[in-house]
């Protein structure tokens, strides 16, 4: 791999999350569930690709005079990442082992294979729900609403898709409907809304329509019907 060396912690950031991070986890080792510490094993990648003296570059740190060297600033972020994510399973003390099917909730599993297009889990009954923002909601006419599909707890599913995101409000949640089967039922209601010329195409993130909760309650009125 050609990394493009760069004084920058922006350089360390990606390295940390698309370098040492992407590579730890393929680590046979890691595959195999030993537990590792998660500093040992990211210096061990860093010094694969940088030079000593390319990890002891000192970076100023953001509105203050201190000057940190690059090899810490990466284990930092990675550390930091690995912990927020949750891509390792955390053993304390600076430990880390791979997560194992059993570390993932049933609902989670059941989302993936929702998510993925599973035939089996699109037959599973489920919630269809709507969510916007305050700034966004009209009273009498269509405006960005975001449909989805959820097994699970729809707060928690609408929470899990606003983390991260550069969002200045909080989500409120418009509408939500149990329905038996869940997978084909989201996907009427999208192929509807874009038939009907209603699909926001450039906006961040996907379904997102222009519509009203009254236009998603009539079809999914008229789905149940089939």
């Not at 690995?82 to 099917?101: C, D, H, P, S, Y």
Request: glycine residues 6%; charged residues 25%; aromatic residues 10%.
């Amino acid at each position: 791999m050609n990394i493009e060396f760069e004084p920058t912690r922006s350089f360390c950031y990606k390295f940390g999350r698309y370098v040492v991070l992407q590579e730890a986890q393929q680590l046979p080792d890691v595959v195999g569930g030993e537990p590792f510490r998660l500093t040992e094993l990211a210096q061990s990648i860093i010094d694969k690709y940088l030079s000593p003296e390319q990890q002891q570059t000192k970076i100023k740190k953001a509105q203050s005079d201190r000057l940190d060297p690059i090899h810490s600033i990466i284990k930092f972020i990675v550390s930091l990442i690995a912990k927020e994510q949750e891509i390792f399973v955390n053993l304390g003390g600076g430990m880390f082992r791979a997560k194992t099917v059993e570390d993932v909730p049933d609902e989670e599993l059941e989302e993936s294979a929702l998510e993925d297009g599973d035939e089996t889990s699109a037959e599973f009954e489920g919630w269809i729900y709507a969510f916007s923002f305050p700034v966004l909601v009209k009273p009498t006419e269509p405006f960005p609403i975001k449909i989805g599909k959820t097994l699970g707890n729809i707060d928690d599913r609408v929470a899990s898709q606003c983390k991260g995101s550069a969002i200045f409000d909080n989500s409120v949640i418009l509408g939500r409907w149990q329905v038996k089967r869940v997978g084909p039922t989201e996907l009427a209601i999208h192929n509807t809304l874009k038939a009907w010329g209603k699909w926001r195409e450039n906006v961040p993130g996907v379904e997102w329509f222009n519509t009203t909760i009254s236009e998603i309650e009539s079809i999914l009125k008229f789905v149940a019907q089939k």
